[in-house]
């Protein structure tokens, strides 16, 4: 079975700059999750989707991050304008939606640096 | 809201012996999960182990076993015959009926040689 997919791995951009982050969930997960990591922090949650519905995104800072994910399969989240405090790693995770017992499962995240 | 709490920041055991990590949360929810994640340098999160809060039993995976207890909102992890590959980051990871997983701040574990 594949993993949760993520791309780039890597990413430096310039503050003010654009940039998106993709993620292929495990297939048949309908919940999908992104998650920001800050260096010596636990992951917090940006947004989580079941299919292609937002059922969370308290924690997003709307004003500069969106997030989609069309046909509920992957999913694409944006920073527009970046700032130096989005420096951290994000992490997509996807899980089934048997019960509360069922483990996410992550991606290998993508490092994002701002300068 | 729910909260996660790990108190020690960093911990270092020799290998082969015996190392507890602590854990404590809050949560107004009756139901819900506790979880364990490892996270080592290639930055991968993968579980170790997981506890339904129903549960009274104490739940084991090989060398990992918890000490639950939901009065005192505690969930430390115990790691047997520690290994070399068992350095990482740990996670505690709370998922209420929202099915939100809500983490703490992480211990950093070195097993030394």
């Known amino acids: 079975e594949a993993g949760v997919a993520q791309s780039p791995r890597y990413k430096i951009i310039e503050k003010r700059q654009s940039v998106a982050f993709w993620c292929n969930p495990i297939s048949g997960h309908a919940t999908l999750y992104w998650y920001q990591q800050i260096l010596g922090q636990g992951p917090k949650l940006l947004i989580q989707f079941q299919n292609n519905g937002v059922v969370d995104d308290s924690q997003l800072p709307k004003d500069r991050f969106s997030a989609e994910r069309l046909k509920g399969v992957d999913s694409t989240l944006k920073i527009q304008p970046a700032k130096l405090e989005d420096s951290a790693v994000y992490l997509c995770?996807?899980?089934?939606?048997?019960?509360?017992?069922?483990?996410?499962?992550f991606g290998q995240g993508t490092r994002l640096t701002v300068v | 809201a729910q909260t996660v709490t790990q108190s020690q920041p960093e911990m270092s055991v020799q290998e082969a012996e015996t190392v507890t990590l602590s854990c404590t949360y809050d949560t107004s929810e009756n139901n819900y999960y506790l979880f364990w994640y490892k996270q080592p340098p290639s930055r991968q999160m993968i579980l170790v182990i997981r506890?339904?809060?129903?549960?009274?039993q104490n739940a084991t995976e090989n060398r990992f076993s918890v000490n639950f207890q939901k009065a005192a909102k505690s969930f430390s992890l115990k790691i047997s015959d520690s290994q070399l590959g068992d350095t990482a980051m740990y996670f505690c990871?709370?998922?209420?009926?929202?099915?939100?997983?809500?983490f703490g701040p992480g211990t950093r574990l070195s097993v030394l040689p």
């Open positions: 990871a709370l998922r209420n009926y929202g099915q939100n997983f809500v």
């Open positions: 506890q339904e809060a129903y549960k009274q």
């Open positions: 995770a996807s899980s089934s939606i048997v019960g509360l017992n069922t483990e996410a499962f």
